[in-house]
Antibody, heavy 124, light 111 residues
Framework: QVQLVQSGAEVKKPGASVKVSCEAS????????VTWVRQAPGQGLEWMGW????????RYAQKFQGRVTMTTGSSTTTVYLELRSLRFDDTAVYYC?????????????????WGQGTMVTVSS | QSALTQPASVSGSPGQPITISCTGS?????????VSWYQHHPGKVPKLIIY???HRPSGVSNRFSGSKSGNTASLTISGLQADDEADYYC???????????FGTGTKVTVL
């Protein structure tokens, strides 16, 4: 079935980096973009960025510019989110989600399939 | 780019309709017909219930409907059910630089 499976929970110190993976299965990987969304404890959903897995195009929220990188695996159906210079307020559940493609991947696509979420805790 | 504005909470009795508003600007909601709505039960994964303002994905109940007027989008849940108790978020495309913005979220309570 169509699914996105994310890597497990992480605990990091302030200033460190974290890399979260999101493995897709059950659909044609190249036909859809992938978006990353996070939710801090007690807060709402926050859009972080998008990657076109076929074209390699990326868009990042201005808030994360310079600290975030989204990539795809060279020979896998996996997308990665790397967040650097972690701060306490980066503690959140990080979700990857597939774009509901209209024939081509676009950052404006609605998100129809979501990964299970990865808890990232930043603690000293 | 600020988040889209939603009421913090909306409540209703079973069987009643409720409407959640999502107010943006002429740069996002008012400019693009690219508003989506998500239902999020705490501890679970968000679920897409409306896309492109008023389209329902396959399998989503027709009790959920979406609309837009000017800079405000709306989600209506008709015939409120206990399982509708959740957080609801809108999103809108906001152009090349900002790309996407989420709403502040609305907690729906079934009385």
């Amino acid at each position: 079935q169509v699914q996105l499976v994310q890597s497990g929970a992480e605990v990091k110190k302030p200033g460190a980096s974290v890399k979260v993976s999101c493995e897709a299965s059950g659909y044609t990987f190249s036909n859809h973009g992938v978006t990353w969304v996070r939710q801090a404890p007690g807060q709402g959903l926050e859009w972080m960025g998008w990657i076109s897995v076929s074209e390699g195009d990326r868009r990042y929220a201005q808030k994360f510019q310079g600290r975030v990188t989204m990539t795809t695996g060279s020979s896998t159906t996996t997308v990665y989110l790397e967040l650097r210079s972690l701060r306490f307020d980066d503690t959140a559940v990080y979700y990857c989600a597939r774009g509901l493609s209209k024939g081509w991947a676009d950052p404006s696509d609605a998100l129809d399939i979501w990964g299970q979420g990865t808890m990232v805790t930043v603690s000293s | 780019q600020s988040a889209l504005t939603q009421p913090a909470s909306v409540s209703g009795s079973p069987g009643q309709p409720i409407t959640i508003s999502c107010t943006g600007s002429s740069s996002d909601v008012g400019h693009y017909n690219l508003v989506s709505w998500y239902q999020h039960h705490p501890g679970k994964v968000p679920k897409l219930i409306i896309y492109d303002v008023s389209h329902r994905p396959s399998g989503v109940s027709n009790r959920f409907s979406g609309s837009k007027s000017g800079n405000t989008a709306s989600l209506t849940i008709s015939g409120l059910q206990a399982d509708d108790e959740a957080d609801y978020y809108c999103t809108s495309y906001a152009g090349y630089n900002t790309v996407m913005v989420f709403g502040t979220g609305t907690k729906v309570t079934v009385l």
